[in-house]
């Protein structure tokens, strides 16, 4: 079993920054596992949009068009935690942000290659 809990957001004027972070625990076999860590966003009656992913053992990352120059997404030294700092934010950027673990080596922004998800924490961008 592998838990995700994110943490970080918050409310934030337009032009101002966050950092999420995304905290992974449970069975230290299945964490070891986990090939790419991606973060996503949503909102009420939409679908699930893919951020940002990084690749826990390379450090290779890919971002989603919409956050390039923006967002940039890292690892902690222990590499069970990822975190999603988030510049220039603007009010379309208010969602619920939740971060994914996958066991694939290679992993894309789609919501179904992932394997497990946190709870989500708030996003919310004042104009």
């Known amino acids: 079993q592998v838990q995700l809990v994110e943490s970080g957001g918050g409310a934030v004027q337009a032009g101002g920054s966050l950092r999420l972070s995304c905290a992974a625990s449970g069975d230290t076999y299945r964490i070891d596992r986990i090939d790419v860590m991606g973060w996503f966003r949503q909102t009420t009656g939409k679908e699930r949009e893919g951020i940002a992913v990084?690749?826990?053992?390379?450090?290779?990352?890919y971002y989603a068009d919409f956050v390039k120059g923006r967002f940039t997404v890292s690892q902690d030294t222990t590499k069970n935690t990822v975190v999603l700092q988030m510049n220039s934010l603007n009010p379309e950027d208010t969602a619920m942000y939740y971060c994914?673990?996958?066991?694939?080596?290679?992993?894309?922004?789609?919501?179904?290659?992932?394997?497990?998800w946190g709870q989500g924490t708030q996003v919310t961008v004042s104009s």
């Open positions: 994914a673990a996958s066991f694939r080596y290679s992993a894309s922004t789609s919501p179904s290659e992932y394997n497990y």
């Open positions: 990084i690749n826990t053992h390379s450090g290779r990352t």
